[in-house]
Every structure is written in structure tokens, then in C-alpha cells.
């Protein structure tokens, strides 16, 4: 059931994304408090592997998976493959694998026939999702708007 469409969902829809930009802001804030206390070769040593990371995260199509099956809970192979434009099966099949591997996604066959297998965020993939989430609105914000009904800013520069 989706839920009910607020009175005026321009003032909701900023409200709720101001909360979530705030709350992000305050944490990197603090985050770099932490870490900007750390000697020189360890801070350089959480840099290289904090950016390995994102750079994984943020390669085409890593973070597409992660919004739909945060969006949509389960999703099996083909229909990820109808909902992402363009991904062949191979990429597909490697991206979930990675995704998995770095325990973000958990594959699981169904026994019968034909047999199925579904994919699913963990705790990790939906820890995850939660912080790529507003990055992904943020990036898309005004086609966000323009689909949910919601008034465009002037000038706005959106695809979709």
C-alpha cells in the first residue's frame, strides 16, 4: 500500500530532505573530527582504503542496484535486468556477485521449476543504501520532483 500523499508534498519533500542533509552534514562533521585527530600514515591508510571502497560503490551501475533493492526489497535476476536500461547480463551478473562479495547483497536460490534466484539487500546493503540514497535524490532532484508532481526550480538542468 503506498502511503498517503501529504497536503502539500512540495513542504514535505523538503522538510523530509532538509532532515536527511542536516543529519548527514552533522555526521560528516563529527567523522572528521575523529579522524582529523589520527598521525599522518594512518589518516593516509583510511584515505586509500575509504576511497577503494567508495570508488567500488560509486562504479556505473553499483549504486543503481542498490537503490532498486532498496526500493523494492527482492528483485530476481531478470528483473533487475528490465529495470536497469542497458546493463547486460554479464555486468548484471558481476555487479551482484562484487555486491555480494563485499556483503551488501544476498543471493538466494528457490529450489523448484524453474529455478529461482532472488536478490536482497543485507543490514550492510540497506546501512548503505540509507547513506547513497539522499546522494542519489540530491543528484536527481529536480526529475524527483517533476515525477512526484512536485513544482521544478526555475532553471533547473534535469535529464529524464
Same mark, same amino acid.
Given at each position: 500500500?503506498?502511503?498517503? =500523499? ?113 536478490? =536482497? ?23 524527483? =520532483? ?15
Amino acid at each position: 500500500m503506498a502511503p498517503e =500523499r501529504p497536503a502539500d508534498p512540495r513542504a514535505w519533500f523538503d522538510q523530509e530532505y532538509a532532515k536527511v542533509r542536516e543529519g548527514n552534514a552533522a555526521f560528516a562533521v563529527h567523522v572528521g573530527e575523529v579522524l582529523g585527530g589520527l598521525p599522518p600514515e594512518v589518516l593516509t591508510r583510511h584515505l586509500n582504503h575509504a576511497v577503494g571502497r567508495t570508488k567500488s560503490i560509486f562504479q556505473k551501475w553499483t549504486l543503481e542496484i542498490v537503490y532498486l533493492l532498496a526500493i523494492r526489497r527482492t528483485l530476481r535476476f531478470g528483473e533487475l535486468k528490465r529495470l536497469l536500461h542497458g546493463i547486460s547480463s554479464r555486468t548484471l551478473s558481476n555487479k551482484l556477485a562484487e555486491l555480494e562479495e563485499l556483503g551488501f547483497v544476498q543471493r538466494r536460490v528457490r529450489e523448484g521449476k524453474p529455478l529461482r534466484v532472488d536478490y =536482497r539487500l543485507t543490514k550492510k546493503g540497506f546501512d548503505l543504501a540509507r547513506y547513497v540514497t539522499p546522494v542519489v535524490i540530491f543528484l536527481s532532484l529536480d526529475y524527483v =520532483r517533476r515525477v512526484a508532481g512536485l513544482p521544478v526550480e526555475e532553471g533547473a538542468q534535469t535529464q529524464g
